[in-house]
């Protein structure tokens, strides 16, 4: 039996139905209305992030859970992943 080591470092693990932040894991509901319930309260959450508790860093973490079941959201996250990984790989080459 071979161990395989999971490189997913950001995103949603497609097996475990999981967000993967680095090492932090968080289950995502089974239900669909309640993953995009999540998602939009994140997103509104985040978009008033200038006022305590509530942060910035909840937009981007309420669009992975949205785009877990929206292609128009998956397609723009997926878009933002290469051109990210682009950029870092020519800055590491210099």
């Given at each position: 039996?071979t161990?395989?080591?999971?490189?997913?470092?950001?995103?949603?693990?497609?097996?475990?139905?999981?967000?993967v932040?680095?090492?932090?894991r968080l289950?995502?509901?089974?239900?669909?209305?309640?993953?995009?319930?999540?998602?939009?309260?994140?997103?509104?959450?985040?978009?008033?992030?200038?006022?305590p508790?509530?942060?910035?860093?909840?937009?981007?973490?309420?669009?992975?859970?949205?785009?877990?079941?929206?292609?128009?959201?998956?397609?723009?996250?997926?878009?933002?992943?290469?051109?990210?990984?682009?950029?870092?790989?020519?800055?590491?080459?210099?």
């Open positions: 039996m161990t395989r080591k999971n490189n997913m470092h950001f995103g949603i693990d497609p097996r475990t139905r999981e967000i932040i680095g090492s932090f289950k995502l509901p089974e239900s669909r209305w309640l993953r995009t319930t999540i998602g939009v309260l994140l997103v509104c959450g985040g978009i008033l992030g200038f006022l508790i509530l942060g910035f860093w909840m937009v981007p973490l309420g669009l992975l859970v949205l785009s877990h079941d929206s292609h128009v959201v998956r397609r723009l996250r997926r878009r933002f992943s290469v051109w990210w990984a682009t950029r870092k790989a020519r800055r590491d080459a210099r």
